[in-house]
């Protein structure tokens, strides 16, 4: 018998935990629906990720697009397998070309990496799926070719991204039909798009990296002045990277390596091993402020050291090694707020998604544009909506995360896998830029200290460090809990349950005997299907 045999919400929820043989969990309905297609045609996990993800290119443009990193952990029934499908910085990115910059710019060319989820797609499919490559483009192909109506909490995320993003390279060409954002229930549609789709599909990604698609991209740049170029879109190359792990009451929990920070959840979940938590409910005031403490330490080395493997200037093991995160365990004051001297990340837009099949192939799957529709530069002709990676460098001077060139940035988007044993356990993950590392810690503790199933782990509220003592709580935070918070020493804020990617949205499946439990999150417009 598990630990949450009622499935009773503790918490204020429209939803309920899917029991199902075969589940899709992502932000976008629509796009749950195209990894369904996949399974009922005969496929498996991977099929089904990676026709979800292909379709969420279109249908929540405001959090990815073609022009996106992903990463994946997946479990093959096997082994565990880590990708990096992550760009590097084009080759003309010198520190010397951005001393104009007092600061690493946010949106423009000067922000755009080499995408890589195009690759992700290819180099998953060609290893672990079942169906043909081209098939898993139908669903979304449809989308973009008839236009599917816009999703609400998208529809506003695309009108506050338009404010931003209007005069942008492209991008009210594309996203500005007629003029203005889209509203919920609108239908939107991108014939552009879909023809891109259709020659990713036809060449097996060929034509993005080196072909036609490349060609325009590199054009557009060119154009612009900018330094991306078809031999840096014909350089990019994924790496097959494994997972590091932390193991935690009773668990291990898997994150991809750096340049990613997930190793910033491993890390707090080493310190916290070193606390009492276990001995406190699981939203008492003291069980935050101890996750608090310990995300705040992480995230102080991380902005420190973290950058891409061949640039720190000590290996990721350092960062999980037992002496010394029991070291920094030491620091944690368990009636009084700490300042670490943590950075203060910005928000972002992600989508993940997770999936698992009646084999027992279970996939844990994240692509990102990364600030909300990227660097604003769409492609003409195209529907290449390019990210804004670049902006995860440094202009510090000897930072191992300083800009270069060929480099992979500090990376936010990150996907959790968890493991009990030798098997599976959980594939899981939440999108939203600084919440990530952070929302994966409290994941984690809830499911797998505190026994809550996947759905009340999603609906539970949430914090999130900002930077110093500063920590903003959910609006559905317990008033009590707040002030107790306060009381330690924590500058506490609310932010309004409609913040834009303020919390991240989860999506948790889990293992369940011969079947999965699986939860999505009510901040977005998605769900868990199955059958």
Request: one cysteine or more; proline letters at 8%; charged letters at 20%.
């Given at each position: 018998?598990?630990?949450?045999?009622?499935?009773?919400?503790?918490?204020?929820?429209?939803?309920?935990?899917?029991?199902?043989?075969?589940?899709?969990?992502?932000?976008?309905?629509?796009a749950v629906q195209a990894g369904l297609r996949?399974?009922?045609?005969?496929?498996?996990?991977?099929?089904?990720?990676?026709?979800?993800?292909?379709?969420?290119?279109?249908?929540?443009?405001?959090?990815?697009?073609?022009?996106?990193?992903?990463?994946?952990?997946?479990?093959?029934?096997?082994?565990?397998h880590g990708?990096?499908?992550?760009?590097?910085?084009?080759?003309?990115?010198?520190?010397?070309?951005?001393?104009?910059?007092?600061?690493?710019?946010?949106?423009?060319?000067?922000?755009?990496?080499?995408?890589?989820?195009?690759?992700?797609?290819?180099?998953?499919s060609d290893?672990?799926?079942?169906?043909?490559?081209?098939d898993l483009f139908a669903p979304a192909i449809g989308y973009a070719r008839h236009g599917f109506p816009v999703a609400s909490k998208i529809a506003r995320q695309w009108q506050m991204g338009a404010a931003i993003l209007r005069d942008q390279p492209g991008?009210?060409?594309?996203?500005?039909?007629?003029?203005?954002?889209?509203?919920?229930?609108?239908?939107?549609?991108?014939?552009?798009?879909?023809?891109?789709?259709?020659?990713?599909?036809?060449?097996?990604?060929?034509?993005?990296?080196?072909?036609?698609?490349?060609?325009?991209?590199?054009?557009?740049?060119?154009?612009?002045?900018?330094?991306?170029?078809?031999?840096?879109?014909?350089?990019?190359?994924?790496?097959?990277?494994?997972?590091?792990?932390?193991?935690?009451?009773?668990?291990?929990?898997?994150?991809?390596?750096?340049?990613?920070?997930g190793i910033a959840t491993l890390m707090a979940l080493g310190m916290l091993a070193h606390t009492p938590i276990a001995d406190f409910a699981?939203?008492?005031?003291?069980?935050?402020?101890?996750?608090?403490?310990a995300t705040k330490l992480a995230l102080a080395d991380i902005h420190r050291h973290l950058a891409d493997p061949s640039a720190m200037h000590l290996p990721p093991e350092a960062l999980l090694d037992p002496t010394y995160l029991a070291s920094r365990s030491r620091l944690i004051d368990l009636h009084k707020a700490g300042d670490p001297g943590a950075g203060a990340p910005t928000t972002g837009g992600t989508v993940y998604l997770a999936t698992a099949d009646a084999d027992g192939m279970m996939v844990s799957f994240i692509q990102s544009n990364y600030g909300g529709f990227g660097s604003g530069v769409v492609v003409p002709g195209t529907g290449i909506a390019l990210q804004n990676r670049g902006y995860g460098f440094t202009l510090e001077a000897g930072?191992?995360?300083?800009?270069?060139?060929?480099?992979?940035?500090?990376?936010?988007?990150?996907?959790?896998f968890v493991m009990k044993g030798a098997g599976p356990l959980m594939a899981f993950g939440l999108m939203g830029g600084p919440m990530q590392a952070q929302g994966h810690l409290q994941m984690v503790l809830r499911t797998c200290l505190y026994g809550q199933d996947p759905q009340s782990a999603s609906d539970a509220p949430r914090w999130r460090v900002v930077s110093g003592r500063k920590l903003a709580l959910e609006d559905s935070m317990d008033d009590a809990t707040a002030e107790a918070l306060s009381a330690r020493g924590h500058i506490v804020s609310r932010d309004p349950p409609d913040a834009?990617?303020?919390?991240?949205?989860?999506?948790?499946?889990?293992r369940h005997g011969e079947a999965y439990v699986a939860g999505s999150d009510h901040r977005k417009d998605g769900s868990a299907q199955g059958f």
């Open positions: 018998m598990s630990a949450f045999d009622a499935y009773e919400s503790p918490y204020p929820t429209t939803r309920v935990p899917l029991f199902a043989r075969n589940v899709v969990a992502t932000s976008q309905p629509l996949m399974l009922w045609a005969g496929g498996n996990a991977v099929d089904a990720a990676l026709a979800a993800a292909i379709a969420l290119v279109v249908v929540e443009p405001t959090g990815n697009g073609l022009g996106s990193d992903a990463f994946c952990i997946l479990w093959d029934g096997k082994g565990l990708l990096n499908a992550s760009g590097r910085s084009p080759a003309g990115w010198t520190p010397e070309r951005f001393a104009r910059y007092e600061r690493m710019p946010m949106r423009g060319w000067d922000t755009v990496t080499i995408p890589g989820a195009v690759s992700a797609w290819v180099t998953l290893r672990f799926g079942r169906l043909p490559f081209a991008f009210a060409e594309h996203f500005l039909q007629g003029g203005r954002a889209p509203s919920p229930g609108d239908i939107w549609k991108s014939e552009d798009l879909a023809h891109t789709l259709e020659t990713i599909a036809e060449t097996r990604g060929e034509a993005f990296y080196r072909g036609a698609l490349a060609e325009k991209i590199a054009a557009f740049a060119r154009e612009h002045d900018a330094a991306l170029s078809v031999e840096d879109m014909a350089r990019h190359a994924n790496d097959w990277c494994g997972t590091v792990s932390q193991d935690f009451a009773g668990v291990t929990v898997h994150e991809i390596p750096p340049n990613g920070q699981p939203d008492s005031p003291e069980a935050l402020h101890l996750s608090i403490e930072h191992p995360n300083q800009v270069g060139p060929r480099k992979r940035p500090f990376h936010t988007i990150i996907p959790g834009p990617f303020a919390f991240g949205g989860a999506q948790l499946v889990r």
